[in-house]
């Protein structure tokens, strides 16, 4: 008995009462993909919700399918695998945090599965590389069938959303996509839990980006939103439907408010990197400015590694809630430059150049955040500090670019 012979009853039942799929799918509530993933016996777990459905339209004995199954379980919590390993499902996999987080997750022993978008994301070979135990599973914020294919196959204990639209000028190009992902995604996400194992517990990449035009410094759990990006409103989207699955459903559902946190890993595309990379082609040759937008905006950075560890945290408490995970201090862009070329013994203002066509159109001046919840309820700590922070980022990128520096 199990899963394939589950999925052999359910087929032949369908058949002789001359059902399709899309038949089936559409009045238990699943996408035709779904059903054909429980007929070939990839589901592994099957909570008592969905049994019931499937015994009630095909007319079959609850009692008896739930026998064929062997999941007679009547638990809303998520199931492990037969090794008593947890399984993490990551979304945003490519990207800064989720390597760093598959890494942390996979030193605690989890089974730890990548959603990624189609067969060729250019990025998905370099995290395999980087992290060989990963495993990936295909599925798309976009396609609600899709989410609710990749939770029936990995059966996850825990979800780590951090998948978005997550550059902050992009947002401003493309705002309607941003929407789409980095807000609609996320309950396209909650309502897959909601639907195949309502006991999983979930992981929102909220951000410090919702505070926009701050209403009061440093900012905590309670201080108001006021976002001023597309970016940031989709993410205040995200962040209230977590809240509100929270409450109305009964979901194990945590936000993680992270102020900025980065990295060697953080991309080109972001203001840090852009500056660490800069310096290191500085220092190599390659080029001989480097130009900015504004550089008094005040930003609150923290070591990306560092952060995953309070996202995993806030999965282990006994009740559900929502953190501010920051440093509790603030520095300038401009601050930033100054450290980076310091570490190499560079003057920063002998290169760097402000070009007013890289401001946004709104900017969201401070950041500072107070994590004293996280502190205290997490155990959680930063243990990078700004000026270490800034050192391994550029000492990363100068290595890259196989030269050796005087700082």
Not at 295 to 308: I, N, T
Not at 364 to 371: E, F, M, T, Y
Not at 390 to 399: K, L, P, Q, Y
Request: charged residues 20%.
């Amino acid at each position: 008995m199990g899963m394939r012979e589950f999925g052999n009853t359910i087929r032949t039942a369908r058949i002789k009462a001359e059902m399709s799929q899309k038949m089936l799918a559409d009045r238990v509530g699943l996408s035709r993909e779904s059903i054909s993933n429980y007929e070939r016996g990839e589901v592994q777990v099957l909570s008592p919700a969905m049994l019931e459905m499937f015994a009630s339209t095909l007319g079959l004995d609850p009692r008896n399918l739930a026998r064929i199954a062997g999941y007679l379980s009547p638990s809303d919590t998520a199931a492990t695998n037969s090794s008593g390993m947890k399984t993490a499902l990551i979304t945003g996999i490519t990207g800064q945090d989720g390597s760093y987080l598959a890494e942390f997750l996979i030193s605690k022993g989890y089974k730890v599965y990548g959603m990624v978008r189609g067969q060729h994301n250019p990025k998905q070979e370099l995290v395999q590389a980087m992290i060989p135990a990963l495993e990936f599973v295909d599925g798309d914020l976009l396609d609600q069938s899709s989410l609710v294919a990749a939770l029936e196959i990995t059966q996850p204990d825990e979800i780590y959303n951090l998948g978005a639209i997550s550059f902050v000028p992009l947002s401003w190009k493309q705002p309607v996509l941003t929407g789409e992902v980095t807000g609609l995604g996320v309950v396209r996400m909650l309502e897959a839990v909601r639907m195949t194992n309502p006991g999983t517990r979930f992981y929102q990449a909220s951000s410090s980006e919702m505070f926009g035009k701050v209403r009061e410094v440093p900012q905590t759990e309670l201080t108001p939103f006021a976002p001023r990006s597309p970016y940031g409103f989709a993410k205040a989207y995200g962040h209230y439907a977590t809240v509100n699955y929270r409450e109305s459903y009964g979901l194990f559902a945590c936000s993680g408010i992270l102020f900025n946190h980065e990295s060697p890993r953080r991309g080109l595309e972001f203001v840090t990197r852009k500056i660490t990379n800069g310096v290191a082609r500085i220092v190599a040759g390659k080029q001989h400015e480097l130009v900015l937008g504004d550089l008094q905006p005040q930003r609150d950075w923290g070591y990306a590694g560092d952060y995953v560890r309070a996202m995993w945290a806030m999965l282990q408490q006994d009740d559900a809630d929502d953190y501010v995970v920051a440093s509790g201090a603030t520095h300038t862009i401009e601050e930033f430059a100054t450290h980076a070329f310091a570490a190499v013994g560079l003057d920063w203002r002998e290169y760097v150049r402000s070009d007013p066509k890289f401001y946004r159109p709104a900017e969201v001046n401070l950041l500072i955040g107070k994590a004293e919840k996280a502190e205290r309820a997490l155990g959680w700590e930063p243990t990078v500090d700004f000026p270490h922070l800034v050192r391994m980022m550029v000492e990363a990128d100068v290595a890259k670019e196989g030269v050796t520096t005087q700082g």
